[in-house]
């Protein structure tokens, strides 16, 4: 290999490294709390392959949270930050007290959003009022910048007196 590929690709490996790294960053401002985890699949280097539960508040509606379950990738490269998970992921969110809508609602409104790949796919959460019935539908799915992800989960909280 010749000295200016060899500096292509360290050049390649240091803009993807930034890229990662920003995204870390970003990922960071979102709070998500971890709850648990089992293993699926033993790996003799590196992390297991696991399920992660996490939850979180709605930021704009009080006494809503939401858990997620979501697979996570192991090994070498799961342990270092590098695997892509895959688009597996459930969601059930609950009225946990008084239900208070603090801000103007959007449909479609992102609600979370976590990394899950070192570039570009993350896990969404969003969330819709369907106003004729008064619930709020929280729908969870994984995207791609290239490709999008048919999988998804939706759940449901209705809008009650606590």
């Known amino acids: 290999m010749s000295l200016i590929s060899k500096l292509s690709s360290i050049g390649k490996l240091a803009a993807i490294l930034s ?26 280097l590196g992390a297991n ?10 930021p704009k509606i009080s006494g809503v949270s939401c858990h997620l379950s979501r697979a ?3 090994g070498i ?3 270092f930050g590098l695997a892509t998970d895959t688009s597996d992921a459930a969601i059930a969110c609950r ?12 449909d479609g409104e992102k609600v979370f ?6 570039l570009f796919k ?5 969330r819709f009022l369907d106003k004729k019935r008064n619930v709020l539908v929280y729908l ?16 449901t909280v209705p809008i009650r007196p606590w």
């Open 72 to 74: 996570k990738k192991g």
């Open 49 to 58: 392959h696991k399920i992660v539960i996490e939850a979180f508040d709605d």
């Open 140 to 155: 969870v799915y994984s995207d791609k910048l290239v490709d999008g992800s048919p999988k998804n989960s939706i759940s």
């Open 77 to 79: 490269s799961g342990s």
């Open 19 to 44: 890229f990662s790294l920003s995204t870390i960053l970003f990922a960071a401002n979102v709070s998500a709390e971890q709850i648990g985890s089992v293993d699926t699949s033993f790996k003799l």
């Open 122 to 126: 993350t896990m969404q959460v969003v």
């Open 113 to 118: 959003k976590e990394r899950t790949s070192i």
């Open 95 to 106: 009225q946990v007290g008084p239900i208070k809508i603090q801000a103007e609602l959007k």
